[in-house]
């Protein structure tokens, strides 16, 4: 009766999850390959052609997008690196961990109640919108993930090592870079690739506080297809597509396991 | 711990570790508070004075903005069932039933949608809704329809498209919380004469609870104040909660009112869920055992 029951099982389970991935990439199959097509309008296949992806490399403004981008990225990985460490090592010596849920409200407060709220703020005291806010929206963002990964990651730290390496005679600053930096640089590099990826991928934040002058690449998608399809935004989805890919192939490679979802 | 202590009061981390309380306190709470302030006070430009008063409030107490909030919380909790189903026997082949050897690559390519630009993800469905999309394509070569349908700028589409965009969402907290379920336990229940249904229900359920919760939780809230699906897919027609705090922040401009409504549907958000969690313990017992 459970035998016949299981092998039934068997043949129903792998159809469903071949389904569900292939709901999950036939809208991206479709996407990137009429990235390759001739011809605009209509959505028929039409011949191979190279012809969106000149016109991507060509534009100048989405070049100004992407550097926007990677710098809003690079700012919000560095910031919210540097200052959860700096927490996370401070609140190691405390003798409560209750101020993490400190951090918690920002994974669980929705992202755009708290984007409003940027924003009335920094309207109500002048503070021009740009790329700066927009940092400072994206770090805030990445300390709801370094603070906890970091904190996971630092709390099995054996505490013997970093005795032995003062008894050793490594002065702080040595203990610190030979043995503490070390151990945690995985959960450092993981925690860094996910805000980088959140904040490239950001488009709320962005679209509130970063003002009309600076423009972002998910500011730059959303302005496109507002009016429809553009070729061109299939090859830019490719391209963004193909670096989404490596990351995940690096952050795989890692073998940390985020304690964040 | 001794150590520790020695260490940290060498390097003075008390000043550096305190600057992320500090960005939190100025650029999270106090905005937040901010907004809950200013959805309170009143402005008069003829006599320049402030006061304290619910006004916001009141005009908010409409038919109009109770469907939104209705409406909003229909589509999250669609999309969380939904997701769910979808999502749970996928994460449960995947961290019970698949070798190591092909695990990695399966969960890779549960990750990549999950890291590629929201609005990407939006953006294919275009090529699928379209009057000359895939969609159509396939069903008039079918012959199951004449002519195109009509299916973007629709109720449905924005559906669809909630459920693709958060499926990534369910999938990761399923997954991790199905990975640590020790395979043993599925063999004892089965060995002691339980179905596959009897073991689902009372052992391999109450165990991820946590998973199934937190996959919620990450569907749930992002997608009570969406605003990006129901401006592309569905054409701006119909309106949602992240539709009228937006409407209201940048295009009206009106950010006491914005405020209000945002604080309110904060406030729906936060009972609902609160609500939904004291009813799913009650209907399925406590989930305790599981922890």
């Given at each position: 009766m459970a035998r016949k029951q299981f092998s039934y099982q068997s043949l129903l389970l792998p159809i469903w999850v071949s389904m569900a991935y292939l709901f999950l990439y036939l809208p991206l199959f479709v996407l990137i390959a009429f990235s390759f097509n001739k011809v605009e309008f209509p959505y028929r296949w039409v011949g191979f052609s190279w012809r969106w992806y000149q016109e991507l490399f060509a534009s100048t403004e989405i070049w100004q997008a992407a550097w926007n981008s990677l710098l809003v990225g690079s700012c919000a990985v560095i910031l919210s690196l540097v200052i959860g460490l700096l927490f996370v090592m401070w609140n190691a010596q405390r003798k409560s961990d209750y101020l993490l849920t400190y951090f918690y409200p920002n994974l669980i407060v929705p992202e755009i109640v708290f984007t409003v709220g940027l924003l009335s703020f920094f309207v109500f005291f002048n503070v021009p919108l740009g790329l700066l806010t927009l940092i400072v929206g994206h770090t805030l963002l990445g300390l709801g993930y370094t603070i906890p990964i970091l904190h996971a990651r630092f709390s099995t730290l054996d505490r013997n090592i970093i005795e032995a390496s003062l008894d050793l005679g490594a002065t702080y600053r040595q203990t610190f870079y030979k043995v503490v930096l070390p151990i945690l640089m995985p959960a450092l590099v993981a925690a860094g690739l996910l805000v980088f990826i959140l904040s490239l991928d950001d488009f709320l934040i962005a679209f509130f506080c970063a003002g009309a002058s600076a423009q972002t690449l998910p500011l730059f998608i959303f302005s496109m297809i507002r009016t429809g399809v553009s070729p061109v935004v299939n090859a830019l989805a490719t391209v963004m597509l193909s670096i989404s890919g490596i990351l995940v192939i690096a952050f795989c490679s890692l073998r940390v396991r985020a304690r964040v979802w | 711990m001794k150590t520790k202590k020695a260490f940290a009061q060498k390097e003075n981390s008390f000043f550096w570790g305190v600057v992320a309380l500090v960005w939190q306190a100025l650029f999270f709470y106090l905005p937040l508070s901010f907004l809950l302030t200013t959805s309170f006070v009143k402005y008069l430009s003829s006599t320049g004075v402030s006061y304290f008063s619910f006004d916001y409030y009141l005009y908010l107490f409409q038919p109009v903005y109770g469907f939104i909030f209705m409406r909003s919380l229909l589509a999250a909790s669609c999309t969380v069932f939904v997701t769910l189903s979808i999502a749970y026997p996928v994460a449960y082949y995947l961290a019970l039933k698949v070798s190591d050897r092909w695990k990695n690559t399966l969960f890779a390519l549960l990750i990549l949608p999950f890291w590629t630009n929201f609005l990407l993800l939006v953006y294919s469905w275009y090529f699928l809704l379209e009057n000359d999309g895939l969609v159509?394509?396939?069903?008039?070569?079918?012959?199951?329809?004449?002519?195109?349908?009509?299916?973007?700028?629709?109720?449905?589409?924005?559906?669809?498209?909630?459920?693709?965009?958060?499926?990534?969402?369910?999938?990761?907290p399923l997954y991790s919380s199905l990975e640590k379920l020790d395979p043993r336990l599925l063999e004892a229940s089965a060995d002691l004469g339980a179905s596959f249904w009897q073991t689902l229900r009372n052992i391999i359920i109450p165990l991820t609870t946590s998973g199934i919760k937190t996959g919620a939780l990450l569907v749930f809230v992002p997608a009570f104040g969406e605003f990006v699906i129901p401006a592309l897919l569905g054409g701006d027609r119909t309106m949602y909660v992240g539709s009228v705090i937006t409407h209201y922040f940048l295009t009206v401009r009106n950010v006491p009112l914005g405020s209000a409504f945002t604080c309110i549907s904060a406030l729906v958000l936060v009972v609902f869920v609160t609500v939904i969690f004291k009813v799913f313990r009650f209907v399925f017992g406590r989930d305790s055992y599981g922890s």
């Open positions: - | 159509n394509m396939i069903f008039l070569k079918l012959g199951l329809i004449s002519s195109p349908l009509h299916l973007m700028n629709t109720t449905g589409a924005i559906y669809f498209g909630m459920f693709y965009c958060y499926l990534p969402f369910m999938l990761l």
